[in-house]
């Protein structure tokens, strides 16, 4: 039950930084948050309390939160009532390290840790009070300070939060978490540190949210999980595969499209496949990172297959639904790969046809095994040209299927305004983004067909056509327009 704001609501801004799983995580907290009262601000500097919600995957991104700190500690001299919270990633890596070098900082939350982000905030904000009627106002950026209240390792999950389903960015599409942290060893990756093992949701709990989602109007929902296809192994005794879980969210009615990601090739299970092939609602693209080439690197990595068996997998899905696009991730410049490592992830590339890959340089991410135990050994400049040329290859495929649709009428989910001026933007089944000329604000969240008439580098453009021209070309071309 919601509870009646007062006249003079608390305020917060939350920034979002990283994946789709801290995307989901900060929906939940502004849905925790506002069922406890508060109300959104207009913009940061309005806001009684800012959040961060952080990422540790990338050097990039830990960066830019810094920054955006030392920002908010200039405002906190000025304001010292004022709330300032990290969560997330960086929350858990960091810990007590945030405040020694952010003592302004009052909230330091962990990603397995803001089930009741409000009661978190309401120790915050009662702290400052105290903090602010004994102490001098600060001299220097040194001698600002915060409430320090620290939670990490231990807390309430964000999935005991009980989701106000309309707190979400986007009427037709949702997010929902299936499972939580990571129990694979990859050399690179901080992921488990920071989100610890894996822990999932009941299907009952799932397919409730899910459907309160749809009750409120989304007609599509992605699944997440740090590795989304292990979902269930930790439930025991309760059947709970992502296989059956694609069965049961496929019943309900008014859901069109079913996505999950991130899925890891160990877990790409027969039954799944199936289902991918049988269920008509699922989409057409699978993201499954093969990350590189090479048995040498992928065993240093310990990712736990051979490029033999990445390719048995796919065979083995293509069989099946043939209309499935592959999506991927690759890491050029790992520890030891040399330039025949690196000719066979080109190779592979060219061999499975991704619709998309992400490519990344290897840079080492202190508290993995990669940094501690391994040299960064293939200088940067070849990193660059590795990177380059795999983006190269990987842009010619993309190219070249973009290309194929030309002329061909695709139904696509409207999502918003285009980056170009008098034209919006929505997906296909298959994850392809697509342009079309249009400014009418009553198209998002529908089902709409164009005819695609150009191919570009990442999307294709197109002209939107009558419901009725849609489904007269769609007798030809029943395997582009899908549900």
């Known amino acids: 039950m919601l509870l009646r704001p007062p006249m003079t609501a608390p305020t917060y801004h939350l920034t979002s930084y990283g994946c789709q799983m801290n995307k989901l995580d900060s929906e939940l907290v502004e849905s925790r948050l506002q069922q ?45 009532g004022l ?16 405040l020694a070098r952010m003592p302004h900082v009052d909230l330091v939350v962990g990603p397995s840790a803001f089930g009741d982000i409000d009661d978190q905030v309401e120790v915050a904000r009662k702290k400052n009070l105290e903090l602010a009627a004994t102490r001098e106002p600060a001299k220097t950026k040194h001698q600002v300070a915060g409430a320090g209240v620290v939670v990490v390792d231990q807390g309430v999950s964000g999935d005991r939060i009980v989701r106000d389903v309309r707190v979400r960015p986007h009427r037709s599409q949702a997010f929902v978490s299936v499972m939580r942290g990571c129990n694979m060893p990859c050399t690179y990756c901080i ?43 930790d439930l025991t005794g309760q059947d709970a595969t992502l296989a059956r879980l694609l069965r049961e969210l496929h019943a309900i009615p008014a859901l069109r499209r079913l996505a999950f990601i991130t899925s890891h090739p160990n877990f790409l299970s027969a039954d799944l496949i199936d289902a991918m092939a049988e269920l008509p609602k699922v989409a057409r693209y699978l993201h499954l990172p093969a990350q590189s080439g090479s048995n040498t690197v992928l065993k240093a990595m310990r990712r736990g297959y051979t490029v033999e068996r990445y390719l048995a997998r796919v065979e083995q899905l293509l069989a099946k639904a043939p209309d499935i696009e592959l999506h991927s991730d690759f890491i050029v410049g790992y520890p030891g790969e040399t330039d025949d490592d690196f000719a066979q992830t080109v190779a592979l590339v060219r061999r499975v046809g991704f619709a998309q890959s992400y ?44 290309r194929a649709l030309v002329g061909q009428i695709v139904e696509v989910l409207v999502e918003g305004d285009s980056k170009v001026d008098g034209r919006m933007s929505g997906r296909t089944a298959h994850h392809r983004l697509v342009h079309f000329t249009s400014t009418d604000a009553e198209l998002i969240g529908r089902y709409v067909p ?33 549900p």
């Open 191 to 233: 992921v488990p540190t920071t989100r610890g093992d894996e822990v999932s949701r009941t299907i009952a709990e799932i397919t409730d949210e899910a459907q309160r989602l749809c009750d409120d109007g989304v007609t599509e929902i992605t699944l997440l999980g740090q590795t989304v296809n292990a979902y269930g192994r």
């Open 359 to 402: 490519v990344f340089k290897y840079s080492p991410r202190p508290g993995t095994v990669a940094a501690e135990q391994l040299s960064d050994d293939v200088p940067e400049a070849v990193k660059e040209t590795r990177n380059q040329e795999l983006l190269a290859v990987q842009g010619e495929l993309s190219v070249a299927k973009n």
């Open 450 to 482: 164009v005819r695609v008439t150009q191919a570009l580098a990442h999307s294709v453009v197109g002209d939107l056509l009558a419901d009725s021209e849609g489904q007269e070309g769609a007798h030809d071309r029943a395997e582009v327009l899908h």
């Open 36 to 80: 406890r009262g508060y109300r959104p601000a207009p913009q940061e500097g309005a806001a009684d309390v800012v959040l961060l919600n952080t990422c540790s995957v990338r050097q990039h991104a830990e960066d830019r939160v810094w920054s955006k700190l030392g920002k908010l500690r200039q405002r906190k001299r000025t304001e010292p």
């Open 83 to 98: 709330v300032v919270g990290v969560l997330g990633c960086m929350a858990q890596e960091h810990k007590r390290y945030l």
